[in-house]
């Protein structure tokens, strides 16, 4: 039995290739996992369950039809769809998951997590992190109008200051003191993450024993999906149908 693991697909009608190749995916190999999971930034911004847009109409489709035959879909955000609510999750069937969280996987368990929690050396992040994360801030973001949250998204992304932050976030690594912690809290000696776009596996020592690190690629070239089964990890490369242009 396998499992899949993907993230920062960063969805976009902006880049058409990837969605197709994640489409591609979910029609055919993903169909013989196990269980798959989705860790963040599925998509490259949300502006809320309510928008009209045809390319994430098209995805949350996708995925529908995906987990009627494949329940096991599992879903994390991350720092870039992280206003995504309970009526996409349920109209795409997928299960909620929270940042970090323990799991199993042939008979080994680890924390899995998007990664942006790790990046304590960015500290203008972290703090604009709890703030647009915190449950009140996302209760009254929701209830203004689409069109007003269209606006903030909209600034967001365009504005060079913010947009900078953004940037710099997603080029950010991870601290590996944060790492330390948060493996020592969970007791755990195996962390599985995307976020930082630097696809690698770290061997480490913490606290006297052999502990790793697994960091999930973006989909800017290609989609790379880590397959996890009996016979141990391997990361296979989904091919573009065409160039997305830099993402
Ligand atoms: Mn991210």
């Known amino acids: ?26 029609q055919g190999p993903a169909l013989e996992l196990e269980r798959l999971y989705i860790l963040g930034d599925l998509f490259e911004y949300w502006i809320g369950d309510d928008d009209p847009n ?27 769809d992280f206003a995504i609510g309970p009526a996409f999750l ?20 680890l924390l899995i997590s998007h990664g942006d929690i790790f990046c ?7 703090r604009y992190r709890r703030i647009t994360h915190h449950p009140v801030a996302l209760m009254l973001y929701h209830a203004l109008p689409f069109a007003a ?6 600034k967001i992304r365009g504005e060079s200051h913010t947009q900078k932050q953004y940037k710099t976030a997603d080029i950010m690594d991870v601290n590996q003191a944060a790492v330390a912690q948060s493996m020592r809290e ?13 696809p690698a596996e770290h061997q ?14 973006d989909w800017y070239n290609d989609g790379p999906v880590l397959y ?20």
């Open 149 to 154: 949250r269209s606006r903030i998204v909209g």
């Open 1 to 26: 039995m396998t499992v899949a693991f993907i993230s920062d697909l960063h969805l976009d009608a902006a880049r058409p290739a990837a969605t197709q190749a994640f489409i591609r995916f979910l």
């Open 204 to 217: 480490f020592e913490l606290d006297g024993t052999a502990a790793q690190r697994i960091v999930l690629g």
């Open 54 to 80: 045809p390319h994430f109409r098209e995805v949350t489709a996708a995925l529908n039809a995906y987990t009627q035959q494949q329940p096991r879909c599992y879903f994390m955000v991350g720092n870039r």
């Open 120 to 126: 304590t050396d960015d500290v203008q992040y972290q």
């Open 90 to 109: 349920r109209a795409a069937g997928l299960q909620p998951l929270d940042d970090p969280c323990v799991i199993e996987v042939c008979g080994e368990r």
């Open 228 to 247: 996890w089964d009996e016979n141990g990890r391997r990361t296979e490369r989904l091919a573009f149908a065409q160039h997305d242009g830099d993402g």
């Open 186 to 198: 969970h007791q755990m000696r195996t962390l599985l993450h995307g976020h930082t776009h630097r």
